[in-house]
């Protein structure tokens, strides 16, 4: 760690500890004026900044990044769209800062509210996909935070051009510049640094690959949001209606195979395999999906033996482990075994069945009869989100405006005093 560096995030820390404090009581109005402001800009620069994804393409190339990981650097003008919606959507929402959770009188004539805060300073650290720069920035604003943003290496000159658009509305709104800034450097040093910036930093949110949140979550100083990996499993039970189960297992994997929501695991219950067959397993196949199936399914043509390690495995690629089990228990066992705690799935017309699953899972995300590509805050209706939170502490699932914040108790007297 060179001096220069420490002294450089040491500046960001101190100019957004200053920009949290004016946010903290900045007015809905302003924060909305930045957003719609910086949403504008985006589309409006959307011509340089799919100039500068292609340069981070390149590089992508370059570096060796796989099929999953370039997809979710591409930017195009249906994605910029995409920023640009997402933006305008956090902009409409409404404001958690201030809001009244709950507020009570005491017998001592005491008043008491409990009211959102912000939390201060949130630090996001993420890879590959730039679009993650515009929604926690966003949202971060929205919810009344500064935030240091530090994107991946791959996505650094996205980031960059997309970080203009988000200070210019801040400018334009005036709010101070300071209030989202973007590491300048692609050190991977200022990771470390910013693991350590506990007198600047409230919270770090880790937002890419196993090996990035794991760093984080062993090096932090900080406290962390986090997940580690989305190990997201789909069960078709015996009571399935085999229309919906196809077409939602084939978009679960299918639809983009690179994000934390697609599904890794297919179970398939012995019941529903006996009356339906290998429809599921072809389906997949004939998507150009590689599935890695284990016992009686591995002897379907053009499946490949499940390996141990298949199971419990992120490949967020075409590919995709199934199994036969007996029974919604069994396909608990399985899931509480495998699982990461991000997103599960049921499909069954029986409600017995997924109130079971509901009531004995404890992911963040439970689904039945959807498509765990959904496990995303902005189908949520939160616009955006940092990420998916599998922690049990503050925050978890989609991360937005509401779960960046915190709250202090507000108690007023009349000249009340303690006998």
């Known amino acids: 760690m060179t001096t220069s560096l420490s002294s450089q995030m040491a500046a960001l820390g101190d100019a957004a500890r200053d920009a949290a404090a004016e946010l903290a009581f900045?007015?809905?109005?302003?924060?909305?004026?930045?957003?719609?402001?910086?949403?504008?800009?985006?589309?409006?620069?959307?011509?340089?900044?799919?100039?500068?994804?292609?340069?981070?393409?390149?590089y992508g190339e370059e570096k060796g990044l796989s099929p999953a990981m370039m997809d979710r650097l591409l930017l195009n003008e249906a994605r910029i769209r995409g920023i640009v919606d997402g933006l305008r959507a956090v902009a409409a929402q409404k404001d958690p800062v201030g809001e009244v959770i709950s507020e009570w009188a005491q017998p001592s004539g005491l008043k008491i509210r409990r009211v959102r805060t912000p939390l201060g300073v949130i630090g996001v650290i993420y890879e590959s996909r730039p679009n993650v720069t515009a929604d926690a920035g966003a949202l971060c604003l929205k919810a009344?935070?500064?935030?240091?943003?530090?994107?991946?290496?791959?996505?650094?000159?996205?980031s960059t051009a997309i970080h203009a658009c988000l200070v210019g509305g801040l400018r334009a709104a005036n709010l101070p510049e300071?209030?989202?800034?973007?590491?300048?450097?692609?050190?991977?040093?200022?990771?470390s640094e910013m693991l350590t910036m506990v007198n600047h930093i409230d919270v770090i949110?880790?937002?890419?690959?196993?090996?990035?949140?794991?760093?984080?979550?062993?090096?932090?100083?900080?406290?962390?949001?986090?997940?580690?990996?989305?190990?997201?499993?789909?069960?078709?039970?015996?009571?399935?209606?085999?229309?919906?189960?196809r077409r939602i297992v084939l978009n679960s994997k299918t639809r983009r195979t690179g994000i934390c929501g697609a599904a890794e695991c297919l179970l398939i219950d012995w019941q529903f395999y006996t009356k339906h067959g290998a429809v599921l397993i072809e389906d997949l196949l004939a998507a150009g999906c590689e599935v890695r199936a284990e016992g009686e399914l591995a002897k379907i043509p053009g499946t490949v033996r499940a390996q141990p390690e298949d199971f419990g495995h992120e490949f967020l690629d075409k590919i995709i482990a199934v199994k036969l089990v007996d029974g919604i228990d069994a396909a608990i066992s399985h899931i509480r075994t495998y699982g990461s705690n991000h997103t599960d799935a049921i499909?069954?017309?029986?409600?017995?069945?997924?109130a079971r699953f509901?009531?004995?899972?404890?992911?963040?995300?439970?689904?039945?009869?959807?498509?765990?590509?959904?496990?995303?805050?902005?189908e949520f209706g939160m616009g955006a989100e940092i990420g998916i939170a599998t922690g049990k502490l503050h925050a978890r699932g989609p991360v937005g405006a509401e779960q960046l914040t915190s709250f202090k108790y507000l108690v007023e007297g009349d000249g009340t005093i303690r006998s």
Not at 178 to 191: N, S, Y
Not at 370 to 375: D, P, Y
């Open 205 to 245: 949110v880790p937002r890419g690959g196993k090996g990035l949140v794991g760093l984080v979550q062993r090096e932090a100083r900080v406290p962390v949001f986090a997940h580690l990996e989305g190990i997201v499993h789909v069960y078709a039970d015996r009571d399935a209606d085999l229309d919906k189960a």
């Open 358 to 378: 509901f009531e004995r899972l404890d992911s963040a995300i439970l689904m039945r009869n959807a498509s765990t590509q959904f496990a995303d805050g902005g």
């Open 347 to 354: 499909l069954t017309e029986n409600d017995a069945t997924a």
């Open 26 to 58: 900045a007015s809905s109005e302003r924060k909305y004026a930045a957003l719609i402001s910086a949403a504008d800009a985006v589309w409006a620069r959307r011509e340089a900044i799919i100039d500068a994804n292609c340069e981070d393409l390149v």
């Open 144 to 158: 009344g935070n500064a935030v240091i943003l530090r994107g991946g290496s791959e996505s650094f000159h996205s």
């Open 178 to 191: 300071a209030a989202i800034q973007l590491v300048p450097t692609r050190d991977r040093a200022a990771v």
